[in-house]
């Protein structure tokens, strides 16, 4: 039943019964079915959905920029009275930046990155037909102040990508607000941006929201960021809204079984359990690791150096979860990289069982190998496309001897284990979806009885709902087959579900280490009270439901 | 579902694979239909087509018989087409995909060995070698394969360059799967589209190679193939269009039919494809 709201004086944009069909083809009929909401005056509306749940489809409607042969059926979309389905392109082309501004998720790719960042803002102007050219200037230095970039004399005339991440960020919100619109339509903006700075743009949005008194319509997956910002919120699932109503209420007291399950999905941002820490003796030893890229030089072109991990240490206990935490660029990967030998360590040891493998080299390397596996980020790039799941699996143990019968009978049996069922070996990865992907990387991690686990960011793609079973999994695999792990991740929450100690790290250094428990309730360190600060929703109610 | 299966799905690469296959049924009825030599002078050379029972395609400035040529000369250029690319893939695909796979020096090497060849206009190198060998068959094929593989080899390095930092490469890595089982069990079957439609260009540019060659008299002496035939016809493509024209049209199906086969195969090779239609 579309759950449905009254329409008020102050309401700026409200959607009808909106149904969008997909071509045919596509794994349901309608991309969106009977959808009605409303943003109102001076509020942030979210719109909370998984993957595939149409959130972002009504925006598109809205925008006029829905993908070639997808096309709203059924519905009206009311903007100051005119109905947006029922515009031509050309009128939906003035309307856009001018009366709604849109920020989209990808800051790298949603700038040209051959034109400067004043010229840029300016160009919305000029497309508008508003100023002379001095007063564009004028304007788009004024936005870059608004937004808050530093140095913005020497930002507008930077190209995109001398720029950070949030700092890009900024400067789309910048053009989104260069017209003053009175709706923002924001799709996922902090979705690639790290804890601290999307903490950052969050605010930033907030502020600008309040001091312009404008509406947005805010895209995200994540209840973390809804519980910071939202003033309602509407839950989508499949197309349908299941629940709409007041941030608050909604987060509190969810009443659909989705929403409840959505939000005690959110890896618990609560003070993490109290573990046992064993005194075994260690797994895994780094000592002084240290790792510097070098790009090389050219004519007249220095060399540049990166110090990716500088005097890192730390040890791992049989058995134990150790948790790497850090912002892009902290080194965090290169140190799980350098620990399953993809990437060589200038000096320094690693010492597995007693095993330095820092300087293992060629056929001794892959002796070796079996005894550290991975699990990548990607669940898409980690499967060849043309090696079925079988295959891929046994393809570690054949490579060490192990006859290709046994071999895919024992893959078989992993996939069991995973709980994707035997059968699954006859197919291709692109019959799975991500999570279930997630699920064979773990096998084949798994096939070799490996000592050590490096998990490489290995949730951060999926769905939170599917992120909890994945950790649930490996929690389980880990009591199970005594494993160790070594858990690579941005995000916090993550971290403190499922490890026991965590390491946080910032500019290739440690900064500090310790219990999950004392990371999260004691933080020493400034930089690791800043990035528990961060963490979304932490403040909020969400922590209660965990 | 089987190979042929899938590869059927595809309606052009059906209609590509019938037409290979009535070029090289010509090639091979060849003999049994036109058991007289190509070079023999028949009838009154300038014949036009069908304008006398026995030579449906008409005569040639020497009075020899067009269908027969056609026909003789499908052997020679289907054979030097497929060989001689045969032959360039082979050198092509192993030096692009070292250099690619393992970059540095190697990489370095390998490619100045290219360039090496690179830098000489593809027609003047062929000319030459196919003047120190003595123009046979085996020269021409070696000739053209000569010329032909370095862009193969930058095509190979290339997708090797991009392919070898993927998640799924370094798993393999990771699980100790040896350099040469990576490269061709991992990076090669994801080359493999490229790859195809590259060579069936290749097919189809040897043949044109060939018929420049002979064009210029260097081509096989024993043997009628189609360039030979539009290069003698071609003082006189006014007064007898036809003496270039089939051996043209037969070029054209032949490069055509290639490269439908090509995309078809490519399809059929595609797990993604092949399992969403």
């Not at chain 1, 192990?402 to 078989?412: S, V």
């Amino acid at each position: 039943m579309p759950i449905t709201e009254n329409q008020s004086a102050d309401t700026v944009l409200s959607i009808r019964d909106l149904n969008i069909a997909l071509p045919k083809g596509a794994d349901r009929a309608l991309a969106v079915e009977d959808v009605s909401y409303e943003v109102k005056r001076g509020e942030i509306m979210c719109v909370v959905g998984e993957s595939g749940s149409g959130k972002s489809m009504a925006a598109n409607a809205v925008m006029g920029l829905l993908p070639k042969g997808v096309n709203a059926t059924h519905g009206e979309i009311l903007f100051e009275g005119q109905d947006l389905l029922a515009l031509t392109e050309k009128q939906h082309r003035a309307l856009r930046g001018l009366k709604i501004g849109m920020i989209f998720q990808e800051p790298m790719t949603a700038l040209n990155p051959l034109m400067r960042v004043g010229a840029q803002i300016a160009e919305v102007f000029e497309a508008h037909g508003q100023f002379n050219p001095k007063e564009r200037q004028a304007r788009a230095l004024e936005l870059l102040i608004e937004v808050g970039i530093p140095q913005p004399e020497k930002a507008i005339r930077a190209y995109p990508f001398e720029l950070s991440g949030g700092q890009r960020q900024r400067v789309m919100i910048a053009m989104a607000l260069a017209l003053e619109p009175i709706l923002l339509i924001a799709d996922e903006p902090t979705t690639a941006l790290d804890v601290t700075t999307q903490a950052q743009i969050l605010e930033l949005i907030r502020d600008l929201q309040q001091r312009r008194g404008m509406s947005v319509m805010f895209i995200t997956h994540d209840f973390g960021v809804v519980a910071e910002i939202a003033n309602r919120v509407c839950v989508m699932r499949h197309g349908k809204i299941v629940e709409l109503g007041d941030a608050k209420s909604v987060l509190e007291n969810p009443q659909d079984a989705y929403t409840q399950a959505l939000i005690a999905a959110i890896p618990s941002n609560a003070v993490p359990p109290h573990r046992e820490t064993s005194q075994v003796a260690p797994l895994l030893e780094i000592k002084q690791l240290n790792k510097v890229f070098r790009s090389r030089g050219g004519f007249l072109k220095p060399s540049r150096e990166v110090r990716a991990l500088e005097d890192v240490s730390l040890t791992l206990a049989r058995g134990e979860t150790v948790g790497i935490v850090g912002e892009s660029g902290s080194g965090k990967s290169t140190l799980g990289r350098c620990v399953v030998r993809l990437e060589h360590p200038d000096s320094g040891e690693l010492l597995l069982d007693g095993v330095n493998l820092s300087q293992l080299k060629g056929d001794a390397l892959r002796r070796e190998r079996h005894r550290v596996q991975m699990i990548f980020q990607d669940p898409y790039a980690s499967l060849n496309p043309r090696t079925k799941v079988g295959m891929a699996i046994a393809q570690g143990p054949i490579a060490n001897g192990t006859p290709k019968a046994a071999a895919l009978k024992q893959a078989g049996e992993l996939l069991d284990m995973v709980g994707l069922g035997a059968s699954a070996v006859e197919r291709f990865p692109h019959e799975f979806s991500g999570g279930q992907r997630q699920r064979i990387g773990i096998a084949r991690a798994l096939a070799l009885n490996p000592e050590l686990i490096v998990a490489d960011e290995a949730v951060s793609a999926l769905d939170v709902s599917i992120q909890a079973q994945v950790l649930e999994l490996l929690e389980e695999l880990k009591q199970r087959l005594s494993l160790s792990l070594l858990f690579i991740t941005h995000d916090l929450r993550v971290a403190a579900h499922i490890c026991d100690r965590i390491v946080v790290m910032q500019h290739g250094r440690i900064v500090e280490q310790g219990s999950a428990e004392q990371i999260f309730l004691a933080p020493k360190e400034a930089y690791t009270q800043d990035l528990l600060k961060a963490i979304p929703g932490r403040e909020a109610p969400v922590a209660a439901t965990a | 579902m089987s190979f042929f299966a899938r590869f059927a799905q595809n309606r052009g690469a059906l209609v590509g694979l019938i037409i290979l296959l009535l070029i090289i049924a010509m090639a091979i009825l060849a003999p049994l239909l036109f058991p007289e030599s190509p070079w023999r002078m028949v009838q009154r050379p300038f014949l036009p087509p069908l304008s006398q029972d026995g030579f449906p395609l008409g005569t040639d400035t020497m009075g020899r018989n067009v269908a027969s040529g056609l026909m003789h000369g499908a052997w020679v250029s289907l054979l030097i087409g497929l060989v001689s690319t045969s032959v360039a893939l082979l050198i092509g695909v192993p030096l692009g995909a070292i250099a690619g796979y393992y970059g540095g020096i190697i990489d370095d090497v390998l490619m100045r060995f290219t360039e090496f060849f690179q830098t000489i206009p593809n027609f003047a190198l062929a000319i030459v070698l196919v003047a120190i060998m003595q123009p046979s068959i085996t020269s021409i094929v070696l000739a053209i394969a000569i010329v032909s593989w370095p862009p193969v080899a930058r095509l190979v390095r290339a997708e090797f360059m991009s392919l070898r930092n993927r998640e799924y490469v370094e798993a393999a890595r990771l699980v100790g799967q040896s350099n040469t089982t990576i490269i061709l069990r991992q990076i090669l079957p994801n080359t493999l589209s490229p790859i195809i439609v590259l060579a069936s260009l290749m097919v189809a540019t040897a043949i044109l190679l060939e018929s420049a060659l002979s064009f210029l008299g260097l081509g096989d002496p024993n043997v009628m193939s189609w360039g030979y035939m539009i290069g003698a016809a071609r003082t006189v493509i006014r007064q007898a269009w036809w003496l270039s024209f089939f051996p043209g049209v037969a070029i054209l199906l032949t490069v055509l039919a290639l490269n439908l086969v090509g995309e078809g195969l490519d399809d059929a090779l595609n797990p993604k494809l092949s399992r969403e239609r």
